[in-house]
């Protein structure tokens, strides 16, 4: 069965730094695209950060461009969101995912969420 669990959620205040966790279960971590994506309320769920299989390449919404970092620990299937400079408006609910083929196009795997709140 294929499992994600994100943590370190957490309220924090604006400019202060966060790390999240995805740790992926019940499949070859390698193989798949990862991604972190956020849903505040009222909004549309958008893509944060995503790491490709097949092309080994990582991706960040331009919001979070210089603030933000995607790191993989394959060894502990765990995928990692380092969060620096946070502003109130990157208060959302983070999600990890797990697409279909390792293209980071098709996702298909959800995670449950961790709420960041950023005060400002």
């Known amino acids: 069965e294929v499992q994600l669990a994100e943590s370190g959620g957490d309220l924090v205040q604006a400019g202060g730094s966060l790390r999240l966790s995805c740790t992926a279960s019940?499949?070859?971590?390698?193989?798949?695209?990862i991604g972190w994506f956020r849903q505040a309320p009222g909004k549309e769920r958008e893509a944060v950060s995503v790491?490709?299989?097949?092309?080994?390449?990582?991706y960040y919404t331009d919001s979070v461009k210089g603030r933000f970092t995607l790191s993989s620990d394959n060894a502990k299937s765990t995928v990692f969101l380092q969060m620096n400079s946070l502003k109130p408006e990157d208060t959302a609910t983070y999600y990890c995912?797990?697409?279909?083929?390792?293209?980071?196009?098709?996702?298909?795997?959800w995670g449950q969420g961790t709420q960041v709140t950023v005060s400002s």
């Open positions: 995912a797990r697409d279909s083929n390792g293209s980071g196009l098709d996702w298909v795997y």
């Open positions: 019940g499949f070859a971590f390698d193989d798949y695209a």
């Open positions: 790491i490709s299989r097949t092309t080994g390449s990582t």
